[in-house]
Nanobody, 121 residues
Framework: QVQLVESGGGSVQSGGSLRLSCAASGYTYSHYYMAWFRQAPGKEREGVAVIDNSGYTIYSDSAKGRFTISRDNARSTLTLQMNSLKPEDTAMYYC???????????????WGQGTQVTVSS
């Protein structure tokens, strides 16, 4: 049974940092691209960052320069280091596994339940 379990969300003030983690199990982790998505109330789910098996990364414009995605294939874990957080980063953050490299939600097969990030001004 595939499981993706996110952790590390919380409330932080503008300019602060958070580190999200995702623990994967039930499939061959290294065979999948891993990504972070987010969804704010009333908005579409959007891609934040994706990483391939070699460490190649793609970031959304809003994440570039502030967020860093990384993965540990030996431990089947994914992280997202978020710095210089802004109120507009407030959303539910999801980790996802897929077979196509990119930030389109339809390309992803497996999803976690999400972890809430709230940034106050």
């Amino acid at each position: 049974q595939v499981q993706l379990v996110e952790s590390g969300g919380g409330s932080v003030q503008s300019g602060g940092s958070l580190r999200l983690s995702c623990a994967a199990s039930g499939y061959t982790y290294s065979h999948y691209y891993m990504a972070w998505f987010r969804q704010a109330p009333g908005k579409e789910r959007e891609g934040v960052a994706v990483i391939d098996n070699s460490g190649y990364t793609i970031y959304s414009d809003s994440a570039k320069g502030r967020f860093t995605i990384s993965r540990d294939n030996a431990r089947s874990t994914l992280t997202l280091q978020m710095n210089s957080l802004k109120p507009e980063d407030t959303a539910m953050y999801y980790c996802a596994a897929g077979r196509v490299l990119g930030l389109f939600r339809d390309w992803y097969d497996y999803w976690g339940q999400g972890t809430q990030v709230t940034v106050s001004s």
